[in-house]
């Protein structure tokens, strides 16, 4: 059952709902592609398989690559983070609440940005 705050009708609480979870996936297919989930449940960027008879330039290049994507994947997991955690609130009836002044996140930001966690004040 859906609990709501911020005086959302519920089918606009469904909308960012189905837009939270569509964000889930998308995330989730992404950091799928060069990331795999550790035993604690966060990403790990794949190292490079350096094979052998590489060139140095080679094996260089595969690691720098490895190098540009440990920003991205913790960038894109910590928006999956927050994401998760919308949809945790929306579960328990604390959606839409800022974390900081518990005054109600305003229904543009919350549409705008919807895994939102603060009010535009306490941003």
Do not use: H
Not at 36 to 59: C, F, H, L, V
């Amino acid at each position: 059952m859906i609990k709501f705050y911020n005086n959302m009708d519920i089918e606009t609480l469904k909308q960012l709902k189905n837009q939270l979870e569509a964000e889930k996936t998308e995330l989730e297919k992404i950091l799928e592609g060069f990331a795999e989930k550790d035993d604690n449940k966060e990403w790990e960027t794949r190292y490079p398989d350096i094979a052998q008879g590489e060139s140095i330039e080679e094996q260089a290049d595969e690691v720098e690559e490895y190098e540009n994507l440990l920003p991205v994947e913790r960038a894109l997991e910590n928006k999956l983070k927050d994401v998760i955690l919308a949809l945790e609130k929306m579960d328990i009836g604390t959606y839409g609440k800022c974390e900081n002044c518990d005054k109600d996140i305003p229904l543009d930001r919350l549409k705008a940005f919807p895994e939102a966690r603060t009010c535009k004040d306490c941003e």
